[in-house]
Each structure stands twice: as structure tokens, then as C-alpha cells.
């Protein structure tokens, strides 16, 4: 069964609530070993919502279809954002979620390209977009109408790597390829440590097609992924300003909120605060 084949018109109320959803298990994943790459889970949730729940024409019972649009995790520590998905997706089950981090699971704390659904191995930052243009190329050879989409971070662009993909995109006029800057300004130990801004006019000044916006409007986002569907030439990139640890205030004001290591009784402590949060956002 397709999903989002073409998309539909989309439902705001509807994707704010699965973006809940998705945050809701990746606290519960996160609490299972005490510890996660929670903040950027919890900022990028809105995002993979509408992709995978408007935007990404995918089969989740034929995961090797040939004309299904790409999603790139090119910061495979923000695995736990995309286990979420794929288990709300129907792709993988639900209840393999509590397996997250553990010995042997498939859900590691960064991606591995044997988890179904995965299409690249992201752990080694500043190559997931180099891989997204030689899939587009692939599929524009292929005569294929499928797209690539590429998340990748703030940090990253720090990468010489991720500005020589950008330049090859612009120069093979990859129109299906789409960048999704994920902007919420953090690294390992604190801010991000090079001053990457202007950040749009960056992407830019290299060719692409950009928009900037708010990643945790959930309106904003699905209208920029409408906009990155035209085929001008012009491969596109939408910066997105996310707030690491969206939706849980403590974890929001965090200055360490890259990685979470905390007892049982804080998590517990941490989802409570959530469910308050959202349940007065609804």
C-alpha cells in the first residue's frame, strides 16, 4: 500500500498529534536505557511527521520499491527520532521500540543500514549529503520521478564534505533532491562552535533553492515541503530552526542537551512533564 501517492491535502491538527506521538516514544525509548540522543529526537519530530505521514511516497510492505522517495538520516545519532517513525509508519513493530540501544537490537543509538527502513548508515557525520546527490543522480538516470530527501544538522556544515554535495548538486541541476537543515544551534558540549550564519544565504549563494523556517511549525513545515516539490532545475534546501528537547521544558532550557544520562525516577519525571505539556497543546 503507497502511502502519500501524490500528497493529499494535509491535515495540520492530524500531524501535530502523530509529531506528539513520535516524541512520546522516544522518551519511553530513552527512559528503557536511561539514557539518548533525546534533545534533536525531540526537536526534528514535527519534520519526520510530515514527511512520513504526508510527504514521502513510500510502501512499508515493499521497502525496496523502486520508485519510493529517499530519506537520508545523515546524523545517525538522531536514530531514536527515526526508530519513532518507522514504528508508527508500520514499518517496523511498535514494540521494538523498548529494544532501543540495548545489546543486539537492531535499534542502535546511531543508524545501521540492516534496520529496515534505513537507508544509509549516518554515524560519520558530513556524508549523508554527498550520498543523497549520488542517489538522485542514480534516479535521474533511471528516469526515475523519486526524490531524496537529506536531513542533516548545523553542525555538519562545518564538513568541507557536506559544501563539495551542495556545489555537485547545484551543478547536475538535482531538482529532486531536498536538504533539510536541521538548525537548533547545539553539538556535543554546548553551541555549535563555528558561526554558520548567514545560513540560508549560504545554500544560496551555492545555487540551491532555500527557504527558512520555523522546523516545529507544523503548517510551516508541510507548506516548505510543498514548495521543494517544483522541478526548476534547482535542488532545494529548507532551513529548519528547531528547539532541542521540543515539547519538554526541562530538557528546552538544558545547556546539555545533546545527550541525556539520568535515573529512571527523572525520566519518569521528564515524561510527566510531557504528557502535561501536550496534553495542553491539544
Known amino acids: 500500500m503507497l502511502r502519500n501517492s501524490p500528497p493529499g491535502s494535509a491535515d495540520i491538527g492530524a500531524l501535530e498529534r502523530k509529531a506528539i506521538q513520535l516524541r512520546h ?16 529526537g525531540l ?8 514527511l512520513y505521514f504526508h510527504e514521502l511516497r513510500y510502501d512499508p510492505h515493499n521497502l525496496a520499491w523502486a520508485d519510493r522517495d529517499r530519506f537520508l538520516l545523515s546524523t545517525g545519532h538522531y536514530s531514536i ?29 546511531s543508524t545501521l543500514d540492516t534496520t529496515p527502513g534505513v537507508e544509509v548508515i549516518g554515524g560519520s557525520l558530513g556524508h549523508g549529503l554527498g550520498q543523497g546527490v549520488g542517489q538522485a543522480l542514480g534516479l ?21 564534505s557536506t559544501w563539495e554535495a551542495a556545489m555537485s548538486a547545484s551543478h ?8 533539510l537543515v536541521d538548525c537548533n544551534g547545539i553539538q556535543a558540549d554546548g553551541p555549535v562552535v563555528l558561526d554558520m550564519e548567514p545560513v540560508a544565504d549560504k545554500w544560496r549563494a551555492f545555487g540551491w533553492q532555500t527557504s527558512e523556517i520555523d522546523g516545529n511549525d507544523m503548517k510551516a513545515v508541510v507548506g516548505a515541503l510543498a514548495d ?7 535542488p532545494k534546501a529548507i ?12 530538557i528546552e532550557t538544558s545547556e546539555k542537551s545533546h545527550f541525556f544520562r539520568i535515573d529512571v525516577a527523572q ?8 504528557e502535561k505539556t501536550a496534553g495542553a497543546a491539544q
Do not use: C
Not at 172 to 179: E, P
Not at 267 to 274: L, N, P, S
Open 228 to 234: 521543494a516539490r517544483e522541478r526548476n532545475g534547482k
Open 172 to 179: 547536475f541541476k538535482l531538482d529532486g533532491l531536498v536538504a
Open 140 to 160: 535521474r538516470i533511471d528516469k526515475s520521478e523519486a526524490r531524496v530527501f537529506v536531513e542533516l544538522s548545523d553542525g555538519e556544515m562545518q564538513e568541507g
Open 239 to 250: 532551513v529548519l530552526r528547531t528547539l532541542p528537547g521540543k515539547g519538554v521544558p526541562r
Open 43 to 50: 526537536g526534528i519530530a514535527d519534520v519526520l511527521a510530515a
Open 25 to 40: 516514544h522516544m522518551l519511553t525509548m530513552a527512559r528503557g536505557q536511561g539514557q539518548g540522543y533525546i534533545g534533536q
Open 81 to 109: 527520532a527515526l526508530w519513532a517513525a518507522l514504528a508508527e509508519a508500520g514499518i517496523i513493530p511498535v514494540e521494538e521500540l523498548a529494544t532501543y540501544g540495548a545489546d543486539n537490537s537492531r535499534l542502535e543509538m
Open 267 to 274: 525520566w519518569d519525571g521528564i515524561i510527566a512533564e510531557f
